[in-house]
């Protein structure tokens, strides 16, 4: 992997910062807070996304950038024979390779880079970046934490995940077998159970067939006495059924004589009446003609009475004509007036649509600038204490306090470091104190947002006054068109009345209608005396003939009693001899339904006796299908114990042949950077590195010996991890590791990394160190320099390559 170009832009306090690089060794210098390692982050940034970040995802922004500027890292790289290039942002991601898309989300781009490297982020980091506290990585770590730490980054831990999966299965397989095992019945008990269940099924089959045979017995017994028992049965209903009969005949006769007296009672009341008729005749003579007489006059006094109700409607219509003249003669102006203010209304309505969209513009123009004056003061506030806690921390801990980057010493540069926040501090005062202003300037609305309000609220008055205008005579022309039309209506009802009243018929006499109803009032009792005495004098001659027909019905029905007193004698039922065959017929039956009750106990007990003998027999199977079970458990269980015990072996030989491979890569690294003068190195069973000289131990080697040993094993973990990752290491990123270093063993390095050229093209080494002038002179390919700008709160990148001398001959050979 070789990285070509970098670009950031409002990421942290870089607000546009772009730096292309090369091969060789690459020098970025600042101080403490100038942006340094925020470039190292942007790198990880843009491949792994927001894990790689430092804090949460809002802090990325650059606090001087506007609300909505966008966030983006750019990074183009090349691997194998491909070009990439990545682009992320807060919300959006882009991956291209030889210059076409194959990721657009920021969940796929990760993904994909992450299968294209081969690593996932703490690999990549272990890999590539390396910081001066990380040199001696092993220096300090106990002997089980220096393995755990070496298996871990050469991702030995999936063995451990794949033992203490198949130690789960042996597990779970020990309970399993255990548990069978505790669950196997007894053989003995087993065949115990066989043989009684057996015996129950003999005795209960010889039960069955003696109770079978029982029931035969009693049900040919039912049979010879079931005929008998049915004879007596219908002779018995067929003698109640009669005496039925006879009763009812009986009452039918009782019932014909009564009704044969009636008639003959009501005979002679008709003859009577028809008699007292005859005397009533010259009464009731005038009754037919006054009752004609009274239905005329009843109809002439409805015709009088319609035409006074219509006479009175009549009345009411004209007046209700002339007060609808009247208003019509009042509203024959109303059109014109309409026409008018509908032209009013339109006017004002456009000119108040012209003058709220004045206002609107004028209130969304102040809204804003108090908005944004809020939104500014706040993001200043929590810039003002985060960069007053950092200065206090360094204050209070004084040139001896450990730098927040380096965790060193700040020694002189203390001063220079709380110059540059304290700068910080003051601009942003000075920007709170202006937004602070600013808001309570648009506390209130300014005049001309007031005045466009007041204009358009005086034209909304005058708009609501001509609507207003506009509806009333709206109103009053719809009101004219409605009482014309119900003018012409009352006109046509005026008419139809009139034609009413004068096809009515006149001719009425209250005093003859009064007089009629009097008359008739009188006569009303001798009338009702008459029609009684018609009704029974018309019943005469109908009821001669229905005395004579019952009569004859009465002779019917006693000669009908006399029959079937004659048929119930013939049958000879006798109520005793009836009981006994009834006795006779339900002992019968009793037995046979106890035989049944026998029969279906016995056969319930053979059902039972052979699902005993079957369950005895499953059991017997199922005992013998689980331990079948039990030797397939614990052939499956020795099998997890062998693998066990092979991944032990397994992991034991990884760590024993790592030390070898580690030592031998480190050896290789540490003849580079010693030009020969060490060339082996190996770790003890400590996971300690030892420098040999000719075989032998070098038990005490100087500083700047043990930091090359160390780089040099730090060196071979990351060829480990890129090689088991399939790629080529190519290029490394040192962080600060020249904060612990005299000037002289700063060269030293810097010389030491040029002779990895070869196995390194490409080394970006960071420090907030000044490198004195020369120093880099023939050691550094390209050096760029890192200042925090306090009046615009960004870094700015300045690339001094220019000044370094040309190449030292010594160093290039």
């Known amino acids: 992997m070789k990285l070509q170009r970098l670009r950031l832009v409002n990421f942290r306090q870089h607000a546009d910062t772009e730096i292309v690089f090369g091969d060789g060794i690459t020098g970025i210098i600042g101080p403490n807070g100038s942006g340094k390692t925020s470039l190292l982050e942007a790198i990880a940034w843009v491949i792994y996304g927001n894990p790689a970040a430092r804090g949460d995802k809002d802090s990325i922004r650059n606090l001087r950038a506007k609300a909505r500027a966008p966030v983006r890292v750019e990074l183009e790289f090349g691997l194998g024979t491909h070009a990439y290039r990545v682009e992320r942002g807060l919300n959006n991601a882009e991956l291209h390779q030889d210059g ?58 999936q063995l451990t995940i794949a033992q203490e999966r198949i130690r789960e299965r042996r597990n779970a397989l020990g309970h399993e077998v255990d548990g069978l095992e505790t669950g196997l019945p007894p053989q003995g008990e087993l065949e115990k159970e066989r043989k ?27 049979a010879q006495e079931e005929p008998r028992w049915q004879q ?85 219509l004209t007046r209700n004509l002339d007060v609808l003249d009247r208003r019509i003669a009042e509203l024959d102006d109303a059109e014109a007036a309409l026409a008018r203010a509908s032209a009013e209304a339109r006017g004002l309505a456009e000119r108040l649509e012209a003058a709220d969209t004045v206002a609107q513009e004028q209130q969304g123009a102040w809204v804003r600038e108090k908005e944004y004056a ?25 040139p001896e306090g450990q730098c927040p980057t380096c965790l060193r010493p700040l020694g002189a540069e203390h001063r220079a470091v709380l110059d540059v926040l304290n700068s910080q501090l003051d601009v942003i005062v000075t920007d709170g104190t202006y937004f602070k202003q600013r808001i309570e300037q648009l506390a209130t609305p300014p005049a001309a947002v007031t005045q466009a309000e007041a204009a358009r609220d005086a034209l909304r008055e005058d708009a609501r006054q001509a609507s207003e205008r506009e509806g009333n005579l709206r109103a009053q022309t719809t009101e004219r068109s409605r009482i014309q039309k119900e003018r012409a209506g009352l006109a046509r009802r005026t008419q139809e009345i009139e ?125 013998a299908a689980r331990e079948r079970t039990i030797v397939e458990r614990k052939v499956e269980l020795r099998l997890h114990t062998e693998l066990d015990r092979a991944f032990s072996d397994l992991r034991a030989e990884l760590n024993a ?53 160390n780089l040099g094993l ?100």
């Not at 008729?277 to 006094?301: F, G, M, N, Q, S």
């Not at 925090?788 to 001959?809: E, V």
């Open 100 to 157: 076409v898309v194959v990721a657009n989300s920021l969940k796929e781009v990760t993904s994909r880079l992450q299968r294209v490297l081969g690593m996932t982020h703490d690999e990549f980091f272990n890999t590539y970046f390396t910081g001066q506290k990380e040199l001696a990585v092993l220096a300090d770590a106990t002997r089980p934490e220096r393995a755990a730490f070496l298996s871990r980054v050469l991702r030995h831990e």
């Open 196 to 222: 009684a269940a057996e015996a129950r099924l003999v005795g209960a089959r010889k039960a069955a067939t003696a109770t079978a045979d029982d029931r035969t017995r009693a049900q040919q017994a039912l």
């Open 232 to 316: 007596w049965v219908e002779r018995r209903e067929r003698t109640l059924s009669l005496h039925g009969d006879l009763r009812v005949a009986e009452q039918g006769v009782v019932v014909a004589r009564q009704e044969f007296q009636r008639l003959d009672k009501e005979l002679a009341e008709a003859l009577a009446a028809r008699e007292e008729l005859r005397k009533l005749d010259a009464e009731v003579a005038p009754i037919t003609k006054l009752k004609a007489e009274l239905v005329e006059l009843e109809r002439l006094h409805r015709e009088d009475a319609a035409r006074r109700e219509e006479q009175a409607k009549l009345t009411e």
């Open 374 to 398: 809020n939104t500014r003061r706040a993001e200043l506030l929590k810039q003002h204490e985060e960069v007053k806690d950092q200065r206090d921390k360094i204050e209070r801990l004084g």
């Open 499 to 623: 034609r009413r009243m004068a096809a009515r018929d006149a001719g009425y006499n209250a005093q003859r209608h009064d007089d009629v109803r009097t008359e008739l009032a009188r006569l009303e009792p001798v009338a009702l005396q008459a029609a009684a005495l018609a009704a029974r004098a018309d019943r005469a001659e109908p009821l001669v003939g229905e005395a004579e027909l019952a009569e004859k019905a009465l002779s019917a029905r006693e000669e009908q009693v006399k029959q079937l007193a004659d048929a119930v004698q013939a049958q000879g039922f006798s109520e005793p001899k009836f009981q006994a065959a009834r006795e006779r017929h339900d002992r019968a039956a009793h037995a046979l339904r106890a035989a049944e009750l026998a029969v279906a106990e016995t056969r319930g007990e053979l059902v039972a006796a052979e699902s005993a003998v079957r369950e005895t027999e499953r059991r017997g199977a199922e005992r």
């Open 657 to 709: 042949a790592m030390r070898p491979e580690i030592g031998e890569l480190a050896s290789a690294f540490l003849a580079d950077l010693t030009d020969g003068r060490y060339d082996e190195v190996e770790l003890d069973e400590d996971y300690r590195p030892v420098v040999l000289d000719e075989g032998i131990p070098k038990p005490v080697i100087s500083g700047g010996e043990e930091d090359l040993v």
């Open 714 to 813: 730090r060196l071979a973990i990351s060829q480990m991890i890129a090689t088991r990752a399939g790629q080529p290491l190519t290029f490394l990123v040192l962080d600060e590791i020249f904060a612990s270093l005299d000037e002289s063993r700063r060269q030293d390095v810097l010389l030491l990394l040029r002779r990895l050229g070869d196995r390194f093209p490409q080394v970006i080494v960071t420090t907030h160190v000044e490198l004195p002038a020369g120093l880099g002179s023939g050691s550094l390919d390209r050096l760029i320099h890192v200042q925090y700008d306090t009046a615009s709160a960004t870094s700015i990148l300045r690339d001094d390559t220019a000044t370094l001398g040309p190449p030292d001959a010594s160093v290039a050979a």
